[in-house]
């Protein structure tokens, strides 16, 4: 019973922020008498049109199929990247300065870049899921490993405990947290790059559904119902990571 009534506490909140978020849209777009700004039932009728005629599910699929792309590359070099940066001192002192230095720079500033070494096509957006999203989670893995406490590893090394073996059992455990809370950061960064890629690059992707609906005869129901998926599907892949929370070899960092 304590259960339900804490899911009710942590979901009605929202509902209710939402439902007045929504009622004001509506109230306003009715009270100004917009002819182009939709009302939340034209968002809610142009996606079901999007729905009906399919073109949301291939633009959908071509959105998360370079995101996992992408991100998967990203993941596979910046997890190694940076136990080794974190675990070895020359390492970090070699290549930190370089990628603090590569870290601000707005992931939209490489689409130039990007479009000149693999022109207008798949590989482009791709290249720029990789370049936002591999920072974060390099900078966020070395810091794990900086963070761990240092009487785990003079416990092991009394008990004469092996490198490769207090890597495996006592840093990478120790680090996961860390790196979950980077991929939590690169996939949100992640999505919110190909959108813009799509907009500029591509023909195809909800990224270019907005510019598409925007310049087909200015369908800014379309244009809205886009975005609010963007934002629905952004929240999906935070709560799909947030997920890997529960494992456990991970939860005791969460535990309250």
Do not use: C
Not at 134 to 140: H, L
Request: charged share 15%; no cysteine; proline share 5%.
């Amino acid at each position: 019973m304590m259960d339900l009534t804490e899911r009710v506490r942590r979901i009605v909140p929202p509902l209710i922020v939402m439902a007045i978020v929504i009622a004001v849209w509506w109230g306003v777009v009715v009270r100004t008498e917009s002819a182009i700004f939709p009302t939340p039932w034209q968002v809610v009728t142009g996606a079901a049109e999007l729905v009906e005629d399919g073109t949301l599910w291939e633009h959908i699929g071509a959105s998360l199929t370079r995101v996992g792309i992408g991100f998967g590359l990203a993941l596979l070099v910046a997890v190694p990247l940076g136990l080794w940066m974190g675990w070895v001192g020359g390492a970090y002192r070699t290549f930190n300065p370089i990628f603090q230095m590569l870290r601000p720079i707005s992931p939209i500033a490489w689409i130039p870049i990007a479009i000149l070494w693999f022109g207008v096509g798949d590989v482009s957006p791709v290249f720029l899921i990789f370049i936002s999203s591999v920072f974060p989670m390099i900078v966020q893995t070395t810091a794990g490993v900086h963070t761990i406490e240092r009487r785990y590893l003079r416990a092991a090394a009394n008990f004469g405990v092996s490198r490769s073996v207090l890597f495996r059992q006592v840093v990478i455990p120790a680090v996961l947290p860390e790196i979950i809370v980077g991929m939590r950061i690169g996939i949100g960064v992640a999505w919110l790059v190909v959108v813009a890629a799509e907009m500029i690059a591509l023909r195809s992707g909800l990224g270019y559904l907005i510019m598409d609906s925007r310049n087909a005869g200015n369908r800014y129901d379309l244009v809205i119902a886009s975005m609010v998926i963007i934002g629905a599907i952004g929240l999906l892949l935070d709560t799909g990571t947030r997920l890997l929370e529960r494992l456990k070899t991970v939860r005791w960092r969460y535990v309250r």
